[in-house]
């Protein structure tokens, strides 16, 4: 099964709206994190927001917050007031401890997003 | 402002050849990790160090790849001899652990094209 599930290959959102970004993951690990990376056209990957499994609220960096759903298993990125400099491609990632205790971070496919002016 | 860099940014080369890259992580930072990214797979984990030791490279095919981190600021990917599948975008990160809520700070990537 995919560790983290990012259905929506593209988005398209006006400039100034908002837009939310799914996630899904898999894990029974009952600590894990989960992070939000963006990837301009440049290729950087540019670390955006972090939550964390025991964390009561949800995070927020600015612009960017995380809607965590721990029953859901979902952690979705939403970006209010939406920029030109935000089309980029978003990965959601996973950071668990395996039984071995080694730390991986398993990425998910991807959402290109792109704003409109 | 602190940040991963890694060298070169772009290397062309042929099949056969070796190819190092280097990445520097970020001062203070005592865990550095090794992604591929590639449009099939996506990003994959090839290996990463705590503290200079190897934790994990399972994710790196031992008989080409090697790694190593000579010493805290300085971390190394070999891949001898290369082939055109080895051909990606090659990330280092950098972060203050291993646990999971540790965020990793990528490099800015070295793009690899092996003919």
């Known amino acids: 099964a995919q560790k983290i599930t990012q259905t929506q290959p593209g988005m398209f959102v006006q400039e100034k709206e908002a837009v939310t970004l799914d996630c899904t993951y898999d894990t029974s690990d009952p600590s894990y994190g989960l992070f939000w990376y963006k990837q301009p056209s440049s290729g950087e990957m540019i670390f955006l927001i972090y939550q964390g499994s025991y964390d009561q609220q949800n995070a927020t960096e600015g612009r960017y917050s995380l809607n965590f759903q721990k029953a859901r298993k979902s952690a979705n990125l939403v970006i209010s007031a939406s920029q030109l400099g935000d089309s980029a491609m978003y990965f959601c990632a996973m950071r668990e401890t395996d039984q071995t205790g080694a730390n991986n971070l398993f990425f998910g496919t991807g959402t290109r997003l792109t704003v409109i002016p | 402002d602190a940040r991963v860099t890694q060298t070169p940014r772009h290397k062309v080369t042929e099949m056969g050849q070796e190819v190092t890259m280097r990445c520097q992580p970020i001062?203070?930072?005592?865990?550095v990790f090794w992604y591929r990214q590639t449009m099939m797979q996506g990003l994959e984990l090839l290996a990463y160090?705590?503290?200079?030791?190897?934790?994990?490279d399972s994710g790196m095919p031992k008989d080409r790849f090697s790694a190593e981190m000579p010493d805290a600021t300085l971390a190394t990917l070999k891949i001898q001899p290369s082939e055109p599948r080895d051909s990606a975008v090659y990330f280092c990160?950098?972060?203050?652990?291993?646990?999971?809520?540790?965020?990793?700070?990528f490099g800015p990537g070295t793009r690899l094209t092996v003919l």
């Open positions: 160090f705590r503290n200079r030791a190897p934790l994990d």
């Open positions: 001062l203070g930072h005592n865990t």
């Open positions: 990160a950098s972060g203050e652990g291993v646990t999971s809520t540790d965020t990793q700070y």
